[in-house]
């Protein structure tokens, strides 16, 4: 069994399967699974800042570049300290740049009308409401953390362009428009030495 890694980040953008990847991957290992969309979720709807009835998620935009960091930083903080974390967030894999023992996976779909189709069954909205959402939302959302983290960037990633999705990031690239959830599952077990489990 590798030691290589001992904590696993999942990012992507919406509709490509990371949250079906995370929960289903930590189950496997016994690890801790943690949302970076769900937390910011319920503490969006605490500070009524969101409705709590939308089942769609909210931009990054409506809550405080503070508040974001805050999070972020305590993501990164765990990923360095602790062990057995299952962390699926937009920006794990660059929040994981420059930590140890970390597999840093994305997760990634190549036909757009597959992450609109999934994003309808998931949230029961109509495909028109569901391409706003995904692609304004990721708009917004890009927009904030490139103006953010700069210097993160430049401190942890050491590269001009800032591209959060760039596979130079990461050790693992998974399209699901090419694989099934349990293929996708077996694919990061493979990475992780743990097909066995």
């Not at 992507?12 to 991957?25: E, M």
């Not at 970076?36 to 409705?51: C, E, N, T």
């Not at 360095?80 to 990634?108: C, E, H, T, Y």
Request: hydrophobic share 35%; charged share 30%.
């Amino acid at each position: 069994m590798s030691k290589k890694f001992r904590n696993v980040t999942i990012a992507g953008l919406p509709g490509v399967g990371s949250s079906t990847l995370g929960i289903n991957l930590a189950k496997r290992l016994g690890w801790e699974y943690f949302s970076g969309g769900d937390f910011m979720r319920a503490y969006a709807i605490k500070q009524g800042l969101f409705d709590k009835n939308n089942k769609m998620h909210h931009p990054a935009t409506v809550y405080s570049d503070d508040y974001d960091r805050q999070v972020d930083y305590s993501i990164r903080d765990r990923l360095i300290k602790d062990s057995d974390l299952v962390i699926d967030s937009w920006l794990s894999g660059f929040l994981a740049q420059r930590v140890d023992g970390v597999l840093k996976v994305l997760m990634s779909c190549s036909n757009d009308a597959v992450r609109v189709d999934r994003i309808v069954n998931r949230d029961n909205v109509s495909v028109a409401k569901a391409k706003d959402h995904i692609f304004e939302r990721e708009q917004k959302n890009l927009g904030k953390w490139t103006r953010m983290y700069q210097k993160e960037w430049r401190e942890w990633v050491g590269q001009d362009e800032i591209d959060f999705y760039s596979f130079d990031l990461y050790d693992l690239v998974i399209d699901t428009y090419s694989y099934d959830r349990e293929e996708t599952l077996n694919l990061v077990l493979q990475k992780l030495g743990r097909e066995n489990v």
